[in-house]
């Protein structure tokens, strides 16, 4: 079992920066590919970024490329998203989640553990 805890949500203004954090709870982080979603209301769940368990591969989804950084530090055990120039679509619950397969993946269903959350709001 992999408990994740995100941090660094809030409400920011258009055009401002926010940085997320997920900590990972074991140490096995290291072999996991990791990834972010998000989930705006009434809307569903998407894919927003991936890492790879070394973190040599990302993905993002088109709509944040360019303004969303994933990196990780596995002697932390801490998943990031860097995330700038935010847009009012970009408010949403963002949720890290971890993929056994160590390998970078768009698709929820490759990711076993999930965090609780982390809400980001911003404002026009």
């Known amino acids: 079992q992999v408990q994740l805890v995100e941090s660094g949500g809030g409400l920011v203004q258009a055009g401002g920066s926010l940085r997320l954090s997920c900590a990972a709870s074991?140490?096995?982080?290291?072999?996991?590919?990791m990834g972010w979603f998000r989930q705006a209301p009434g809307k569903e769940r998407e894919f927003v970024a991936s890492?790879?368990?070394?973190?040599?591969?990302?993905y993002y989804v088109d709509s944040v490329k360019g303004r969303f950084t994933i990196s990780r530090d596995n002697a932390k055990n801490t998943v990031y998203l860097q995330m700038t120039s935010l847009k009012p679509e970009d408010t949403a619950v963002y949720y890290c989640a971890a993929n056994p397969t160590g390998w970078a993946s768009t698709d929820d269903d490759d990711y076993v553990y999930w965090g609780q959350g982390t809400q980001v709001t911003v404002s026009s």
């Open positions: 890492i790879s368990w070394s973190g040599g591969t990302t």
């Open positions: 074991r140490h096995t982080f290291s072999t996991y590919a």
